[in-house]
């Protein structure tokens, strides 16, 4: 069965900080990747997706980026933290192609705090 | 641009009161239609989703929910609430050919004893 894990679980990181999260997805290949970040009172909001290692699609421009150096490796980074990124960030898979009734699977998220 | 409209950012139930969650679609054809729930500290589960195999679709946890093309609505019910519901629900759509999903903005049920 799939399994997609996040890490790490919890993290508190001061302004001007860099930021490294990580997820990997078990038992699938070549899915579609994607990062959400949920802050408080704004819903899910998309902010990476991936299709294939190396192909990384933006969603809002900001500070962050994303990586997929591995076909189950998707990588979230920033070199300087601003306050405002502080939520709670989900990774998530799809089956690629296929039919456009499959659901994305979620990980189980990492809380940033940044201070 | 394909959204969904969740109506009502917090809702407040009795316990074995009726569940009603309201999800609208913008859309000129059928969408894909999801229903994902959330419980605190934690990543998205399916609840269910629409296949259109039929208009009123069954989930997990005794949830259902029915599609209404004229009304473009998917609202989300469960007859009974049980302490265990509370926790934020998402409705989300997917374009026929997109591999996005577009959430709308939740709604957290709070069960009352």
């Known amino acids: 069965s799939q399994t997609i894990h996040q890490w790490p679980a919890t993290l508190v990181q001061p302004v001007g900080s860099p930021l490294s999260l990580e997820c990997t997805v078990e038992?699938?290949?070549?899915?579609?990747l994607y990062w959400y970040r949920q802050a408080a009172g704004r819903g899910l909001q998309l902010l990476f997706y991936?299709?294939?290692?190396?192909?990384i699609s933006s969603e809002v421009p900001q500070n962050l980026s994303a990586s997929r150096p591995q076909d189950r490796q998707f990588i979230l980074s920033s070199k300087k933290l601003l306050l405002s990124d502080s939520g709670f960030y989900l990774c998530?898979?799809?089956?690629?192609?296929?039919?456009?009734?499959?659901?994305?699977?979620f990980g189980p998220g990492t809380r940033l705090t940044v201070l | 641009a394909q959204s969904v409209t969740q109506l009502g950012s917090h809702v407040s139930v009795s316990e074995g009161a009726l569940v009603l969650l309201r999800c609208n679609y913008s859309?000129?054809?059928?969408?894909?239609l999801f229903w994902y729930v959330q419980y605190p500290n934690q990543g998205l589960q399916l609840l269910l989703k629409y296949t259109s195999a039929a208009t009123l679709v069954k989930g997990i946890n005794g949830f259902e929910a029915e599609f209404k093309k004229s009304e473009t609505s998917f609202h989300l019910t469960k007859p009974s609430a049980h302490m265990s519901d509370a926790a934020e629900y998402f409705c989300a759509v997917r374009k026929a050919a997109g591999n996005k999903l577009t959430f709308g903005g939740g709604t957290r049920v709070l069960v009352k004893p």
């Open positions: 991936s299709v294939g290692i190396g192909q």
């Open positions: 038992g699938t290949s070549n899915p579609n």
């Open positions: 859309s000129s054809v059928p969408p894909y």
């Open positions: 998530a898979w799809t089956v690629s192609g296929g039919s456009p009734y499959n659901e994305q699977f």
